[in-house]
């Protein structure tokens, strides 16, 4: 018998739609942030971008999306402005940035910066 999950709220449901679109694939590990709240905190991070960076999810959630705790010496301010501008705007960034995991090696990483173009919700 299938379990009824009840009300579901229009963000709820577009949260999962982005999940179930990218989550499980190898090559796509992402995190998802509230645009609504102060400094765009993390509500979402794919077990692929837990591996990634060695971080656990309890670690992750509610970080901003700018990924701050990422920085390190060799990554250039010039991305991290670049990435913090994009979550503020409404213009897609891709955006290449040196990052370091937990346990400080570097980690070259491509960011694609992707707002929700619907303006229906802010995440």
Known sequence: MPVKKGYMSPQNVFVENIIRKFDGSPE????????????????????????????????????????????????????VQTIRDALRGSDEKKVQVLYYKKNGKSLKMICYVVPNRSRRFAF
Do not use: H
């Not at 102060?38 to 999810?57: A, E, H, Q, S």
């Not at 670690?59 to 250039?76: A, P």
């Open 28 to 79: 796509r590990n992402f995190i998802l942030g509230n645009a609504q709240l102060l400094d765009t905190p993390i509500v979402y991070t794919n077990d692929g971008f837990c591996t990634l960076t060695g971080y656990k999810r309890t670690e992750l959630l509610q970080n901003s999306t700018n990924c701050d705790f990422l920085c390190g010496q060799g990554t250039d301010p010039l991305a």
